[in-house]
């Protein structure tokens, strides 16, 4: 098992930047696929990016490609979400997620994941 907990957001200008942070416990952090998700007031909980175990492999929702980047350093147990150029539609709550069962590279649907933080808010001001 592991518990995940998400850090950095905040109000932010448009076109500014924001680096999220997911601290996670436990000592097999290495062996889970991670994930970004973000939710918007009234909408549904939506896929921003994934990542392998390894590192090597990311995925990203078409929203934000060529704007964010996912990363990870499994020596300190973190998964991060490089936001660059952001737009006001980008203001959401920002969830880390973990799944260690099944055999792809990573998952962008939520319901794949088993572990979710607690979310962290990020308002981009036009």
């Known amino acids: 098992q592991v518990q995940l907990v998400e850090s950095g957001g905040r109000l932010v200008q448009a076109g500014g930047s924001l680096r999220l942070s997911c601290a996670a416990s436990?000592?097999?952090?290495?062996?889970?696929?991670m994930g970004w998700f973000r939710q918007a007031p009234g909408k549904e909980r939506e896929f921003a990016a994934a990542?392998?175990?390894?590192?090597?492999?990311?995925s990203y929702a078409d929203s934000v490609k060529g704007r964010f980047t996912i990363s990870r350093d499994n020596a300190k147990n973190t998964v991060y979400l490089q936001m660059n150029s952001l737009k006001p539609e980008d203001t959401a709550v920002y969830y880390c997620?973990?799944?260690?069962?099944?055999?792809?590279?990573?998952?962008?649907?939520?319901?794949?994941?088993?572990?979710w933080g607690q979310g962290t808010q990020v308002t981009v001001s036009s």
């Open positions: 990542i392998s175990a390894n590192g090597v492999s990311t």
């Open positions: 436990g000592r097999t952090f290495s062996s889970y696929r």
């Open positions: 997620a973990a799944v260690d069962r099944g055999r792809s590279f990573y998952y962008t649907n939520p319901r794949q994941y088993d572990y």
